[in-house]
């Protein structure tokens, strides 16, 4: 040999073409960069019977359509540098998807082996590949190699040198007679106008008429001329095809690759039924899969109420209250004003707050549980077909499920919906879905009015939140589903999505997502909850002279104010209706102003709640918190993402009407049936 | 394949890869290498969303977008693409689908 025999590796990425390359070369290795870029270059020597190979890893790439950096390096290198010998390396467990950049190579002007790499994976997986017939078929060598194990190396290099006297003919795929006559035509003109080489001229028509980057610099660089004829030809293409050639010819490519497939590969269909495709079987499946969302979220709750709320939230809630108790002595002899403001404002308002922590610890860590297995995935698709079912476009889901956490975040997922209609339906009815903010309200009074109750062996509170979770997916479907009835008619809109494989989440990952979210909840008691704190004690301490907190102050004469209208609802009191006003601002601040005006820490809290509700006005009291107005930071959203004030008003006034009416509803039904 | 795709989606609107490979009788990752084309043809987007609106920093609870400087995304799980025009012009052209 004149020069070095050289052999160019090139897959997709994740065939273990990296691996073929260290176990060709060893330590013989050069790590440099491509010419013009950051991509790595990579270049060793193998040895074999005495004589140096050298070996190019070209960068892992799908196809050869020049349409990254990778693609245009592996085409420029394959055309300019003229390899001898290329290897395709093929994820033989994956043989579908990678066939597709081994047909495109075919077309070029090369020699080329494939090795069938990780052939004991595939064997594992009962794949079985003809590599005889591929051969055949493709009139190329089909070596199977193990690279991890140096499986097929020494035939891998045998087979590369023995071809060096072969010639090999580049695979022409039969377009059809119209594209193949255009395709001969236009390598006819790069034939006798360009130094594009006779063998590679019909490549380069057919990538002229997908619209090459790489094809298209070198060809027009040389006879602009020749870009008329190009763009005649695709227009007669498309109008016999009604597609543009790229599709049509990609589109043979994969007929091609299913004839291949048929001809050369056995697969043991129950083997390849992998553990998600079995679960999915089941959590997707038609009539089950929405159940068991349900289900899931169900346990959710009463997991959530239960360990994190009961039991683990006891022991905040005794802190709290040892705190409010020890640093009322310590202020004994202090201004009342003082005294109330620490007590009273910190420890009763935020302090309320903080006690559901371990609350939100428990749901962010079954939740991040859930997104990390990939279950998450399921139940937007899962509902996504339940929204399609009940009239509505199946991506609102999304803003449904991501809405969960937060209703900021459900409004801001409505940016993947197509039309504008669909959009305004997603970010109306998203904030009626139960966030995480609502929850420690559910919690105070699940917790003081049905936390003893138990029903079957699950405690009531339980049940009781997740209704309310239920309630506000019920409400959320109803009123979009009224929506795209009579404001917003429905346009027709396409989505598509893949669903991730399901994996056992690392402890580290789901501790750090909890605490990201716990910790955001943290930081708005002590910022957002504690300034509305300051300033509804201001106003329930003020004008000087009444007795702080009472109905007298300003913060209890607005309140009062107000009240009348939520008697029906049953909860028609002063310090009701300001929480819910304050609640407006934020959710959590509900709790903060029924810990701050009735001025105790959390735990006499739940004992001063029994005065003033029932259990059934505590419930309407809850659906009101679920339904009406969203908070500040919402509407502030919604405003943003509808470029107008006059929705955001429309979404505060109609939940508002929505929020009474359902707690009317509630309280006065419950009445009539003697709850 | 590519077209068949197309009509597939046009015919649901709703679809999952999983589904497409189902009704068309395919492998899972000859679609995954189909939505590769397609996306790079220009006939159907990625479409992940970033909360990195600044309408996000207002929420303290859960998009933790600004959690010490990180991005954090809207975390479903899903990889998520939609027809493009070039796509929805396409659709019209599959035989039964217009």
């Known amino acids: 040999m004149d020069k070095t025999f050289t052999v160019a590796l090139i897959g997709n990425p994740n065939s273990g073409k990296t691996s073929l390359f260290n176990i060709l070369t060893g330590s013989r290795q050069h790590v440099g960069n491509w010419p013009g870029v950051t991509v790595e270059r990579k270049e060793g020597i193998a040895r074999y019977e005495n004589k140096s190979i050298r070996i190019i890893d070209l960068p892992g790439i799908y196809s050869l359509n020049a349409s990254s950096d990778d693609e245009v390096i592996a085409v420029n290198y394959i055309l300019q540098e003229k390899p001898d010998i290329v290897v395709n390396v093929i994820d033989s467990s994956n043989i579908e998807r ?17 090795a069938l790499n990780m052939a004991d994976e595939a064997e594992k997986k009962r794949i079985i590949i003809d590599r005889n017939k591929l051969a055949n078929l493709l009139s190329v060598p089909v070596m199977a190699t193990v690279a991890t194990k140096s499986g097929g190396i020494k035939e891998l290099l045998k087979t590369a040198l023995d071809m060096e006297r072969i010639t090999r003919i580049p695979l022409r795929f039969d377009y059809g007679k119209t594209a193949n006559g255009k395709l001969c035509e236009i390598a006819d003109l790069l034939c006798k106008t360009t130094s594009i080489e006779p063998e590679a001229s019909f490549l380069f028509a057919v990538k002229l008429l997908e619209d090459d980057r790489y094809a298209k610099d070198l060809v027009l660089k040389q006879r602009a001329d020749i870009g008329k004829s ?68 169900f346990l959710l709750y009463q997991i959530t109420m239960g360990f994190g709320n009961d039991f683990l939230g006891s022991y905040v809630e005794a802190a709290v209250s040892l705190l409010a108790e020890h640093v009322s002595g310590l202020l004994e002899n202090a201004h009342p004003l003082l005294r109330s403001f620490v007590i009273d404002a910190m420890i009763g ?121 239920l309630l506000g997916f019920i409400v959320a479907v109803a009123v979009g589903r009224i929506l795209s009835k009579t404001v917003f008619r429905q346009e027709k809109s396409y989505f598509i999505m893949e669903l991730p494989p399901y994996r056992v989440p690392t402890l580290r990952s789901l501790f750090i997502h909890m605490w990201e979210k716990t910790e955001s909840f943290i930081r708005k008691a002590g910022t957002v ?78 004992n001063v709640l029994v005065q003033y509700f029932t259990p059934l006005s505590a419930y309407a009291f809850m659906v009101m918190t679920l339904l009406y107005s969203p908070c500040a930071a919402t509407v502030g959203v919604i405003k943003k993402e509808t470029d107008s004030l006059k929705w955001a008003l429309f979404s505060i006034g109609y939940s508002l009407i929505i929020g009474w009416g359902a707690a009317v509803i509630v309280y006065q039904v419950g009445k009539v049936l003697g709850l | 394949m590519l077209i068949k795709i197309l009509g597939e989606i046009a015919k649901n609107q709703d679809s999952s890869q999983s589904s497409l490979a189902k009704a068309l009788n395919i492998n899972p990752a000859m679609v995954k290498q189909a939505f590769y084309d397609l996306e790079r043809m220009g006939y159907i987007i990625n479409y992940d969303q970033n909360c990195d609106d600044e309408a996000c920093d207002e929420c303290g609870l ?14 479903t799980g899903i990889t998520r693409w939609k027809l493009t025009e070039k796509g929805k012009i396409a659709i019209c052209s599959v035989e039964g689908y217009s």
């Open chain 2, 62 to 75: 859960c998009c933790t977008k600004k959690n010490k400087g990180k991005e954090v995304k809207v975390n």
């Open chain 1, 349 to 469: 308002g935020v302090g309320s707050v903080l006690v559901f922590v371990p609350l939100m610890f428990t749901m962010y860590f079954l939740i991040s549980l859930l997104e990390d297995s990939g279950y998450m995935a399921r139940a937007v698709y899962v509902m996504d077909k339940l929204m399609n079912a009940v009239g509505l476009h199946g991506k609102t889901a999304v803003a449904m499920i991501v809405g969960s956490g937060c209703n900021v975040a459900g409004i801001m997922s409505t940016r993947t919906l197509d039309t504008k209609k669909d959009r305004m339906i997603g970010i109306l009815i998203s904030p009626f879905i139960s966030c995480s903010a609502r929850l420690p309200v559910y919690a105070l009074f699940a917790g003081a009015f049905f936390g003893s109750k138990k029903v079957g062996i699950f405690p009531a509170s339980g049940l009781v939140v997740f209704s309310l979770y």
């Open chain 1, 230 to 297: 190009v763009e005649a030809a695709k227009s007669q293409i498309k109008e016999e095809f009604g597609f543009d050639p790229e599709i049509y010819f990609a589109d043979k490519r994969y007929e091609y690759i299913e004839s291949l497939i048929r001809e050369c590969v056995q697969k043991e269909t129950a083997s390849t039924k992998d553990l998600t495709e079995r679960i999915d079987r089941i959590v997707t499946n038609k009539w089950l899969g929405i159940p068991v969302f349900f289900l899931i979220m």
């Open chain 1, 98 to 114: 990678n066939l597709y950049l081994t047909l495109q190579l075919l077309e070029m002007n090369t020699k080329i082996i494939i």
């Open chain 1, 529 to 606: 909850i504690f300034g509305i704190v300051v300033l509804i004690w201001a106003l329930s301490v003020f004008p000087i002279g009444v007795e702080p907190g009472s109905a007298g102050s300003i913060l209890g004469r607005l309140g009062s104010l107000i009240a009348p209208i939520l008697t029906p609802a049953g909860f028609g009191s002063w310090e009701a209706t300001v929480a819910l006003i304050v609640g407006i601002g934020a959710k959590e601040a509900v709790v903060a102003t029924f810990g701050m005006v009735y001025g105790t820490g959390q735990g006499l809290l739940t």
